[in-house]
């Protein structure tokens, strides 16, 4: 099915490394960088592993996510660690971007290193998803898959209008059917998803949730390099690496 492909995700794409696994990085979550809704939240990730042994393992993760008045956003990439353990996961990675300028940074926080990089293309205004009903009302078109409007709930405060789809895939191995479910819940004030759920009985689910949202402007901290990073083989910034 399309997606909407941006810089949010290039960068998911280039940082997670999406394996079942303690050591695993947790997965993106897509930051519209849209200016006049300045926000910020925690996303709680939790993936549930299926391996074809039948064991079941479950993973936690966590990020700090935030947009300010002029677009720019702060995201984060932490890994996914134990669902019974009660630490906080360590902070590996920031990516900010800021709409204005075009000007992707990315920060490693382990090695306290960061780069730039500016954007061609602007990046999508709304998060990839299975598609939200058109202003017209009407749904986009998909023959495999069956697509569900759960309609409007409040999600920490902010109202959310639910999308469902349902494909039913069949082993050509075995004859054996799996339904497998995506589902996004996404804030038109915001312009985010809320809620992303992915359900697939063969491999397991994964599931983001935004919690704490503080819909107020974020600390301007949170959009610029920290004191003392550096550029790789470069000398260390005493304020804003951009």
Not at 60 to 72: E, F, N, P, T, W
Not at 83 to 107: C, F, G, M, V
């Amino acid at each position: 099915m399309p997606t909407r492909l941006s810089i949010s995700s290039l960068c998911a794409a280039l940082l997670v490394l999406a394996v079942p696994a303690p050591s695993a990085f947790a997965q993106g979550f897509f930051v519209t960088p849209v200016p006049g809704a300045p926000f910020s939240a925690v996303v709680n990730i939790e993936r549930t592993s299926i391996r074809q042994s039948g064991l079941i393992t479950q993973f936690k993760s966590m990020m700090v996510v935030a947009r300010d008045g002029h677009g720019r956003i702060h995201n984060e990439l932490r890994p996914f660690i134990a669902a019974s353990r009660n630490e906080t996961p360590e902070l590996l990675k920031i990516h900010l971007y800021d709409p204005q300028t075009r000007i992707s940074t990315q920060i490693d926080v382990q090695k306290r290193t960061y780069w730039t990089m500016t954007v061609n293309h602007p990046p999508a205004t709304e998060p990839p998803s299975i598609g939200f009903a058109a202003p017209d009302g009407n749904l986009p078109a998909n023959e495999f898959a069956k697509q569900e409007d759960l309609g409007m709930r409040e999600i920490d405060g902010v109202q959310a209008h639910g999308m469902r789809e349902t494909q039913t895939i069949t082993d050509e191995s075995s004859g054996k059917q799996a339904v497998v479910t995506d589902e996004y819940w996404y804030s038109q004030d915001l312009r985010i998803n809320l809620v992303v759920k992915h359900s697939d009985p063969r491999s397991g689910t994964n599931t983001l949730t935004v919690t704490q949202v503080t819909r107020t402007e974020p600390d301007p901290k949170l959009f610029e390099v920290p004191e003392g990073y550096s550029r790789p083989g470069g000398q260390a910034i005493a304020g804003n690496g951009n």
